[in-house]
Structures are given as structure tokens and as C-alpha cells.
């Protein structure tokens, strides 16, 4: 029992040095509070006294323009969005682009063997025309008698 007595003794000893941290706490505060509300009062006090009028009034039209102009961004950027190809459009057209890439491959495959084919054909075509030009140069063959 008494050594019952001695652990609600010291737990009672740190709940009253808990109760003291505390009260250090909570005045600590309050002198933050009073120091914080102290130097906004100084801060309102020390404004150069100007008309408030006619700042306010021209602040409210520069507001008001910035206003007008944020949202005619924001009506462009809308429309934008609106206006832009979807996600199924642009796969659609890489399709067609690539199909386009392979059919233009294969056109300028076929360019270049009909390049080819038509150098074979002009070459030809130059023999023959000197061929014909070696018959022409000949004399006529004489006729057979009869």
C-alpha cells in the first residue's frame, strides 16, 4: 500500500509540473497575442492619411478591367478546348499519316525502277536509231532477174 501511495505521489508530482509548463504556455501566448495586436494597431495608426476615394475608385476600374480581360482569356481558352481534335481524332490521323508514310515509300520505289526501266528504254531506243541509220546509209539490195 505505501508503495501504491508513492506512484500516485509521483505521478501527482508530474501532473502538477505538467499543470506549471502549461500555465508558462498559455502566458507566453497571451503576451504574443498582445505584442501581434500592438503592432497592427501601429501599423493602421502610422498610414499616411490620404483621400480614400479616389484611390479605391481607380483601384476598382483597374480591377474591373483585369476582370474583363481574365475572363475573355478564359472564353478563348474554353473555345480552344472545345475546338481541339480529340484523343480518338489524333490517333485517327497518325493512321492516315503512317499509311500516307508507307504509300509515298512505295511510290518513290516505283519512281525509281521506272527511272531505271526508262534509261534501259532510251538506250535501246538510241540503238535502233542507229541501226535504222546504218540500214538508210546502205545501198538498196539489187533485184533478183527473172
Same mark, same amino acid.
Given at each position: 500500500m505505501v508503495e501504491e501511495f508513492r506512484? #500516485? !505521489?509521483a505521478e &501527482? *508530482?508530474? #501532473? =502538477?509540473? $505538467? #499543470? =506549471?509548463d502549461l +500555465? +508558462? &504556455?498559455l502566458l507566453v501566448s497571451a503576451i504574443l497575442a498582445v505584442a501581434a495586436v500592438i503592432v497592427a494597431v501601429i501599423a493602421l495608426l502610422d498610414q499616411p492619411e490620404t483621400p480614400t476615394t479616389q484611390p479605391q475608385a481607380g483601384q476598382g476600374a483597374q480591377i474591373a478591367v483585369v476582370e474583363r480581360k481574365l475572363a475573355d482569356r478564359l472564353d !478563348?481558352? !474554353?473555345q480552344q478546348l472545345? $475546338? *481541339?481534335p480529340s484523343a480518338d481524332d489524333v490517333r485517327k490521323l497518325d +493512321? =492516315? #499519316?503512317? *499509311? /500516307?508514310q508507307k504509300d509515298l515509300s512505295a511510290a518513290a520505289k516505283l519512281a525509281d525502277d521506272n527511272t531505271e526501266d526508262l *534509261?534501259? &528504254?532510251s538506250a535501246r531506243i538510241d540503238e535502233l536509231e542507229g541501226r535504222v541509220e546504218d540500214? !538508210? /546509209?546502205q545501198p538498196p539490195p539489187e533485184a533478183p532477174a527473172r
Open positions: 506512484v #500516485v !505521489e &501527482l *508530482a508530474l #501532473v =502538477r509540473e $505538467d #499543470v =506549471r +500555465r +508558462r &504556455l !478563348e481558352l !474554353e472545345k $475546338d *481541339a +493512321r =492516315r #499519316v503512317k *499509311a /500516307s *534509261a534501259q &528504254l540500214l !538508210e /546509209s
